[in-house]
């Protein structure tokens, strides 16, 4: 008796949301009874629309309407209102949310297998958020509101992710981007997928506004295998390295003391042990097919007449020394010697000038 007094008295018919997660409200009347003239408050990011006897009539968007005949005409070719009334009539009013709702999240439960071109076959998992807005009200109102009071997004969350799931390894394969390049490519993938799931949500009269792709990670196994390529990759020369790590369990080994770090000195020395003893092995047979090869002679230049001549070898100037070219006068240089200087005060030279006299002492 009280909602049907207050019900005489209400002529606003207007919705103020104190929720987050609404998409559609009725609003509460006696036996739905509206008085004609009533005042409609359809604020922003709001619709109202009026449902008599299960069908539905008129839509409204934002604004301020005074619920007359004219005003409603859908409504009046249902009722039969061919010259208008005063007296109060019968409709479910409903307002719908139609702002973005940003609390939506997803993840893959399974892994997804792809083919990636480097890898292969490779498992990943992915999770992040999007948004929902409502694009048509009455197509919300059929398809998935219904006669539902309060409709709230969770009652088609759950239906939401595994749209979104479903989408998901499809846009991945059809992608063609590197698992390793994934990261960097996570704006296009979003958008790819936005796309995909805004089409299959527009027969709901739900539009996705944004979608987003926190992560993209690869199975436990497959990133540790990761890092220790990029460990390998990083360390560079494996047999020093392991001979630094050897030093560094040796210098642990003598701080601590005690058995388990004298099994641990011990482990180490073993393993510099069978280190030099590969190093000692695989050197050995290299040095027994092959001989090192023969010291090279020293290259020299000499001063002849006047130019530089050379380089020569020893043999070559035991033939200049045998011509007479090259004497204990002639000017010779080769590289790590400080300046030219004659051949008969470089000891390197004796054995070539031996056979060659000294110049005659003045008569």
Do not use: C
């Not at 409204?60 to 009539?89: A, C, D, M, V």
């Not at 949310?97 to 990636?116: E, H």
């Not at 388990?260 to 050995?284: E, F, I, P, T």
Request: charged residues 20%.
């Amino acid at each position: 008796m009280f909602s049907k007094l207050r019900g005489e008295f209400v002529d606003i018919v207007e919705w103020l949301d104190d929720s987050r997660d609404t998409m559609v409200w009725r609003f509460p009347r006696y036996d739905n009874e509206i008085k004609m003239g009533a005042r409609l408050v359809v604020r922003e990011s709001q619709t109202a629309a009026f449902v008599n006897e299960g069908r539905l009539a008129d839509v409204f968007g934002p604004g301020t309407y005074t619920l007359e005949t004219q005003n409603l005409p859908i409504l009046s070719t249902l009722k039969g209102w061919r010259h208008g009334f005063n007296s109060p009539f019968k409709a479910e009013v409903y307002f719908v949310n139609s702002r973005q709702f940003t609390d939506f999240k997803w993840g893959t439960k399974n892994p997804v297998m792809v083919r990636d071109p480097e890898f292969g076959p490779v498992r990943i998992r992915a999770f992040g958020a999007y948004s929902v807005r409502v694009t048509d009200p009455a197509k919300l109102l059929r398809e998935a509101a219904g006669t539902d009071g309060r409709f709230r997004t969770e009652e088609i969350e759950s239906w939401l992710r595994e749209k979104v799931v479903a989408a998901f390894a499809p846009a991945i394969a059809s992608s063609g981007i590197p698992v390793l390049d994934m990261a960097v490519h996570q704006d296009q993938i979003g958008e790819q997928l936005r796309g995909t799931v805004a089409r299959q949500l527009s027969s709901l009269g739900l539009d996705v506004p944004a979608f987003t792709i926190s992560n993209i990670s690869l199975p436990k196994e497959v990133e540790e295998a990761l890092d220790k390529r990029t460990s390998i990759g990083v360390v560079g020369d494996l047999n020093q390295y392991t001979q630094f790590q050897a030093a560094n369990a040796l210098e642990e080994s003598a701080g601590h003391g005690g058995g388990a770090a004298d099994g641990l000195g011990l482990g180490a020395g073993m393993a510099v042990g069978q280190q030099m003893a590969q190093n000692m092995n695989s050197s050995q047979p290299a040095a027994a097919a092959a001989p090192p090869p023969l010291p090279s002679t020293g290259q020299w230049y000499l001063g002849i007449g006047g130019s530089q001549a050379g380089p020569f070898d020893e043999q070559a100037l035991r033939q200049k020394a045998a011509s007479g070219e090259l004497t204990r006068e002639t000017l010779a240089w080769r590289a790590g010697q400080d300046g030219w200087r004659a051949a008969g005060e470089i000891p390197e030279l004796a054995s070539v000038l031996g056979a060659v006299p000294p110049p005659l002492p003045p008569q």
